[in-house]
């Protein structure tokens, strides 16, 4: 297949989907050797985590770009574009790039005899940022994990830093049904001699990380063991309690590096008032009523919300009328009851990805006792254009979005964009 533009590009990308996302970094380091293993040309932070790993990259970009470093910064999946997730000093790859480079990689993966062992796509566009990443001649790039960790394609790197921000219950059809086989799969990323960074765990995880780091020696600093109590943990921009504790993290994880990565500590402080990520606890205003972008997926992200929403309304906040949609009927266990107990009314939606839960699985989950609007709606007539929203009429409540990234990255195309994008079809790789 010749490829011609930027479509023909994201259309061949898309085909790989029918390789999987084979779990495993075999594939990876084959790939990476017909490159030159590109990925050890520049010092990288490695970042896992249940929840909070993409806002502590971050938050770290955002550090060493304040002091003068030019950053890399990988992470999955993207909101509305591809290229948010290979980005240099925070500007997105470019369609064009992503041709070019999509032709290049093309070549090699093509030449590996063994079909089995040619890349998919998380393994494409994690070769494209190690080779964006060593072509940029960056300073430092800050990689997070796609899954787990242990068996993740980003695994190939030798970090100078690895980052575990948090350890809960997702993805546990791969990565284990326990706190501890999840810590296990995560630790996976701990290199020897490297040090390891951890965020707030469950006993459980922290216990298993703390066996993994001492096996491997590696120095372990808990940002627990760093401050004094959570109402020392540094302030940022970024909503929500969680994120306190992701600043924390980024914080002592600059600290760690400070040796080699000369910071100034008050820079980094500035920097953490201006992280750009979106959609985590994001209040904007429509021309009639707030709107808040809130993307949680899992069992420790509805805690989350839960505990954000107690907030609004210990501050004086009224419930929300809140608009839903999420991957996988398990997800919904958790978030529905949460959302009942702060919503006025719910619209359940389907995202378009195949792993939606449906409309029958999320009304399961909404407790009985819920005395308000449940209402089944879509996306398309929900946000049926660039600034138009049909909940957009004079209330003093606000709307709350939730659950799925692919949710509001479906929104936001329709509702921030002038025409459509179209890149949501390699959001679920």
């Avoid at 359940?348 to 989950?365: G, I, K, T, Y």
Wanted: contains cysteine; charged residues 25%; hydrophobic residues 40%.
């Amino acid at each position: 297949m010749k490829l011609e533009s930027y479509e023909d590009a994201k259309n061949w990308l898309y085909s790989l989907k029918n390789r999987g996302a084979t779990y495993g970094i075999e594939r990876m380091e084959v790939f990476a050797e017909l490159l030159v293993n590109p990925q050890a040309s520049f010092p990288s932070i490695h970042i896992a985590g249940t929840n909070g790993k993409g806002s502590t990259a971050a938050m770290l970009e955002s550090m060493f770009r304040a002091n003068g470093y030019k950053t890399g910064l990988s992470t999955s999946p993207h909101l509305v574009r591809q290229g948010e997730r290979i980005q240099v000093n925070r500007e997105i790859l470019s369609e064009e790039k992503i041709l070019e480079y999509t032709r290049e990689l093309k070549g090699l993966g093509d030449s590996i005899e063994d079909p089995e062992m040619r890349p998919s796509f998380f393994e494409f566009m994690t070769a494209m940022a190690f080779l964006h990443f060593q072509r940029s001649q960056v300073d430092i790039a800050i990689v997070e994990v796609g899954l787990g960790g242990r068996l993740d394609a980003t695994n190939i790197l030798m970090p100078e830093l690895a980052v575990i921000t948090s350890v809960g219950m997702d993805h546990c059809e791969i990565l284990g049904d326990t706190l501890e086989k999840i810590a296990w799969e995560k630790a996976g990323i701990v290199k020897p001699g490297v040090p390891t960074v951890i965020g707030k765990l469950p006993n459980e995880a922290k216990e298993a990380v703390s066996r993994v780091c001492e096996k491997r020696g590696s120095p372990l600093i808990s940002i627990e063991e760093s401050y004094p109590g959570e109402e020392s943990y540094p302030e940022t921009n970024l909503s929500g309690g969680y994120q306190r504790i992701n600043a924390a993290t980024a914080t002592v994880s600059a600290r760690t590096l400070s040796e080699r990565f000369k910071v100034d500590e008050n820079r980094c402080l500035e920097a953490l008032k201006e992280v750009n990520w979106p959609a985590r606890w994001d209040m904007r205003r429509m021309k009639h009523r707030d709107i808040i972008f809130d993307v949680s997926h899992n069992e420790e992200g509805s805690r989350w919300l839960a505990s954000n929403l107690s907030d609004w309304i210990e501050k004086g906040g009224i419930p929300l009328d809140i608009v839903v949609g999420i991957m996988g009927d398990y997800r919904a266990r958790s978030l529905m009851p949460v959302i009942a107990s702060f919503a006025r009314s719910i619209t359940l939606v389907m995202p378009q990805q195949s792993r939606s839960a449906s409309f029958e699985s999320l009304e399961e989950f909404i407790p009985d006792d819920f005395e308000g609007e449940i209402k089944r709606g879509s996306i398309e007539e929900l946000f049926p254009g660039k600034g138009k929203c049909l909940l957009d009429q004079p209330s003093k409540h606000a709307v709350l979005v939730t659950g799925s990234i692919y949710l509001i990255g479906e929104i936001w195309e329709r509702y921030y964009e002038s025409s459509p994008v179209g890149q949501g079809m390699l959001q679920d790789f």
